[in-house]
C-alpha cells in the first residue's frame, strides 16, 4: 500500500504563487511515478504534471508548461507542484496520485488540497 497526502493549498490572488506538497508513504519503493491532477465540480479529473520518482524526470500538461513546476525530495519523500502566475482558471481540487511500474492507472490517491485563484 502506499499513502498520499496533499497540502498547501488556499486562496490567492490572480498571478500569486502556491506551492503544493504531497507527502508519500507506505511502500514508496514500488511507486513509479508521481503525479498531479485538478478537478472541478462537475468536470473531468484533468492531468497536470508527474515525475518519475527514481530519476525525477517530469511531464507537463500544455496548460501549466512555465507556470508549474513539479520536483521532489527523496528524503522527505514528498513531492510538490510549485505553481506561478496562477489564474481563476486554475481553481480546482488539486489530488496527488501514485502509480506503479506494473499498473496501467494511478492507484493510489490522496484526499485533493483546494487552490481558489481570485480574479
Known amino acids: 500500500q502506499v499513502q498520499l497526502g496533499e497540502s498547501g493549498g488556499g486562496l490567492v490572488q490572480s498571478g500569486g504563487s502556491l506551492r503544493l506538497s504531497c507527502a508519500v508513504s507506505g511502500r514508496t519503493f514500488s511507486v513509479y511515478y508521481v503525479g498531479w491532477f485538478r478537478q472541478a465540480p462537475g468536470k473531468e479529473r484533468e492531468f497536470v504534471a508527474r515525475i518519475r520518482w527514481s530519476i525525477g524526470a517530469t511531464y507537463y500538461v500544455d496548460s501549466v508548461k512555465g507556470r508549474f513546476t513539479i520536483s521532489r525530495d527523496n528524503a522527505k519523500k514528498t513531492v510538490y507542484l510549485t505553481t506561478h502566475s496562477l489564474q481563476p482558471e486554475d481553481t480546482d481540487v488539486y489530488y496527488c496520485?501514485?502509480?506503479?511500474?506494473?499498473?496501467?492507472?494511478?492507484?493510489?490517491w490522496g484526499q485533493g488540497t483546494q487552490v481558489t485563484v481570485s480574479s
Open positions: 496520485a501514485a502509480k506503479r511500474a506494473a499498473v496501467e492507472n494511478y492507484d493510489y
